[in-house]
């Protein structure tokens, strides 16, 4: 296969024009192209629209507004012959099968004879979209199921045609996995492949629980969410923002295209779903579908499904589930809900056991392997656990005799794997100091080795198979191979504090005696929230100020430690990499970032500037004390790694991961690459400042912004310590100054605003409800 040089995206709708914003942050030139709306004087208007929506749209389509340039908008009627110049065409016009043949018939007599035509489909068969079309349009069509919205869910489901070229097959998957960050799932050409059909039973049944059973939809929102492994929209909330509408609609058709299904009735769509979309109440896109916002306050309101009438939302508490929360490991968490015997058991039960069941009895129908089904839910609806590992985390073999001793059958495949005597549907199965996992193959009745997937390290399963090098209750040193030592993170939230600082300089340290490189990173849910915000604030209140001095110390020299290291250290940054965390990444030789990377300084958030030599190093990289007290001061967050570079936040030459799966091995590769023959720097002493001047300049800036209220007095004095800092302490006229001279600025300017009492009441409000208090 040739490389892929320009696309084609056939449909600006949600869908179509999201696909085509998530190809240009690839950096992929895009044809986007649509109808010529009738009565409008501008024939791209709907193409148009469609790439305004996607840099409107919240959370953003692009990473940044840049990106929107590669994409050029055009119609079916005058701009159809653009896709002879393009390697791959995407159709993700509306679901109706002759509209899509219609369009594909076109597009078959203008296409390169090589250039790959996909389907985004969600349910029509492919074979009835690609049936007569000629042998080299088969040959390089199937389909390529992407989630909304594309650029945040992983998933990418992979559906081959009967026809379609093994090469065509290999190139797709790869592109989509390294190019646009995608999980690669092949699935079969059956209806809603794997996600959609586990996705729509799994909502089907909450909604039948919700019936049968008398539950609020507060209630179910508030068990049905990341109390149990699932995003925060839980099941009510997911289904305003993804459309009533959606769901009633794909429950329909699955309803009608699994006539064979002996759970079908479950697809039916149930009566509150039919109301809903009478009314037009289809959720965010309309206004109002189970909750909606009232008043000037907008005050949040849930409907009665049994009234249909709203009512401001209540919140909801039930003691076991108040007792689980305190279970932090979700396996263990998920079983002592489901052996409650009030409400809340039950209904997890419900769920949980006909899920399970059913997903068993989809193989082979939907895939062939669990491995790929579990990784569907996983991708595709962000859920922890796949349905496998679902019953695995309940307990396999307990799940399975509780199912049978009330009355339920289990699927053949099941019984099978029970009279085999196995305990779960996976294994550990290490060998060689290397981390393997075995599957229970339910079609051949019997464990088979999970292949390694190439290009992705998994932290937790190298410490399995190796053990750790050093730990502590924070942090950990793992060998990552080939002469690369990891520093992992392990902390809640991965706030950093003493562990994370000594483990710092035990891993440098171990670096230089035994390994090339060292790479900092890990795999939660985000890089680091920052500093541990309550020990900084019970040393504030305790005037501990000699301890505080000094852990704000060690903190500065781990940095400083980082950055001249005797041998490279790369830090993988992604998601959430705040305060601290961001400091660590400005002190590395270099970064490879995930590609959604939201990184900034936001310590005046919680009253401070930032102490670990975040002020500093942005002074050396940017040479422009304004443009650093505009980052600081107004807190700015990267919305994403591109948008990093364009802040200053990363450098130019930094690397990005599309696939965050790959961050640990690309940051392994470039630590590499940065080994051999690497010189380490010496601690600067020539940095430039600006003296009174420029302390006056940021001074006027701070003023007039408080003049026109966009920040209080609080911010002001924040404003000025961080000026300070810039300016080099009020130096008289321009001036160089040692890196250590700015580290102790910034310490000094972090302790004195740590004994202000709104300093403390900003930490104290950040500490209970997570938003920063503007007082």
């Known amino acids: 296969m040739r490389p892929l040089r320009r696309a084609a995206v056939l449909g600006a709708g949600t869908m179509g024009a999201r696909i085509a914003a998530h190809f240009a942050n690839a950096g992929i030139p895009v044809d986007l192209l649509d109808i010529v709306v009738p009565g409008t004087a501008d024939r791209n208007a709907a193409a148009k629209k469609g790439v305004e929506s996607a840099l409107k749209q919240k959370p953003a389509g692009f990473f940044t507004d840049a990106a929107a340039s590669l994409i050029a908008p055009g119609n079916f009627e005058d701009d159809l012959g653009r896709v002879a110049s393009c390697d791959w065409i995407i159709e993700a016009v509306v679901e109706h099968l002759e509209a899509k043949r219609e369009l594909w018939s076109k597009v078959e007599t203008l296409r390169q004879p090589t250039a790959i035509v996909s389907t985004n489909t969600s349910g029509i068969p492919l074979r009835l979209i690609a049936e007569g079309f000629s042998d080299s349009f088969r040959r390089h069509f199937l389909g390529t199921h992407f989630f909304n919205p594309p650029r945040y869910l992983h998933l990418m489901e992979l559906i081959p045609g009967a026809d379609t070229l093994p090469e065509v097959i290999d190139f797709v998957a790869a592109f989509c996995d390294r190019r646009l960050g995608k999980g690669v799932v092949p699935c079969k050409d059956t209806p809603n492949f794997i996600a959609n059909r586990l996705g729509s039973f799994f909502g089907s049944t909450i909604g039948k629980i919700t019936c049968e059973d008398d539950w609020t939809i507060e209630e179910v929102d508030a068990i049905t969410g990341a109390l149990i492994g699932l995003p925060n929209s839980a099941s009510y909330r997911l289904l305003d923002i993804v459309g009533v509408d959606v769901m009633y609609l794909v429950n329909r058709n699955l309803y009608d295209a699994v006539p064979h299904d002996p759970w079908r009735e479950r697809f039916v769509p149930n009566e509150i779903l039919a109301k809903m979309v009478e009314r037009k109440w289809l959720g965010d896109k309309t206004g109002q579908g189970f909750f909606k ?27 076991s589930v108040e007792q689980a929360r305190q279970i932090e490991d979700l396996p263990s968490r998920l079983q002592a809900l489901v052996a409650g015997t009030d409400r809340v058991g039950t209904f997890l039960w419900k769920l949980f056991s006909d899920y399970v069941v059913y997903s068993a009895s989809m193989v082979p129908e939907i895939g062939d392997r669990i491995v790929e089904i579990d990784q569907a839910m996983r991708w595709g609806y962000a859920h922890k656990l796949g349905p496998f590992e679902l019953w695995d985390a309940l307990g396999f073999v307990e799940t399975a005799r509780r199912i049978e001793s009330e009355g339920h059958s289990l699927p053949e495949n099941v019984q099978r794997m029970l009279s085999t005597g196995a305990q779960s549907f996976y294994r550990e199965a290490d060998k060689d100091r290397l981390p393997h996992t075995e599957y229970f193959d339910l079609q051949r009745t019997g464990y088979a080795l999970a292949e390694p997937r190439s290009g992705v390290l998994e932290l937790a399963p190298l410490k399995r198979a190796r053990g750790v090098v050093k730990e502590n209750t924070g942090a950990s040193l793992i060998d990552l191979g080939d002469g690369v030592l990891c520093l992992e993170f392990h902390s809640k939230m991965n706030t950093l504090g003493e562990d994370h600082f000594s483990m710092i300089h035990a891993g440098i340290e171990e670096t230089s005696r035994n390994f090339e490189a060292m790479v900092i990173s890990n795999q939660g849910a985000d890089f680091s929230a920052g500093a541990n915000l309550v020990l900084v604030l019970l040393a504030s209140q305790e005037e501990a100020w000699d301890e505080l001095n000094a852990a704000i110390h060690r903190f500065q020299q781990a940095n400083m430690a980082i950055k001249y290291a005797p041998k490279p250290v790369v830090v993988a940054p992604f998601a959430r990499t705040l305060g601290g965390g961001c400091e660590i990444s400005l002190h590395a030789a270099r970064c490879q970032a995930s590609a959604e990377l939201y990184m900034g300084l936001v310590e005046v958030g919680v009253g401070v500037i930032p102490g670990g030599g975040g002020c500093k190093e942005l002074l050396l990289r940017l040479k422009n004390p304004q443009k650093v007290f505009e980052l600081v001061g107004l807190a700015k967050v990267s919305a994403s790694a591109g948008d990093a570079k364009n802040l200053g936040l ?28 690497y010189v380490p720097g010496s601690p600067r002493t020539d940095v430039k400042v600006g003296g009174e001047s420029v302390y006056a300049a940021m001074k006027l800036y701070a003023w007039s912004m408080r003049q026109g209220n966009f920040i209080s007095d609080h ?8 000026a300070g800092v810039l300016s080099g302490g009020r130096l008289s006229g321009e001036q160089t100054v040692s890196e250590q001279y700015l580290l102790d600025l910034e310490r000094e300017a972090f302790l004195s605003l740590c004994g202000t009492r709104k300093t403390q009441e900003r930490m104290q409000a950040m500490l209970k409800t997570g938003k920063p208090l503007r007082n």
């Open 650 to 677: 990363l450098n130019k030459a930094d690397g990005i991961s599309m696939n965050q799966e790959r961050l640990i091995a690309d940051a392994k590769s470039l630590a590499l690459s940065l080994a051999s023959g």
């Open 715 to 722: 911010d002001v004095s924040i404003a000025e310590k961080i």
């Open 293 to 319: 916002r009232v008043g000037p306050k907008k005050e949040i309101h849930a409907i009665d499904w049994k009234t249909m009438e709203y009512h401001p939302a209540r919140k909801v508490s039930f003691p």
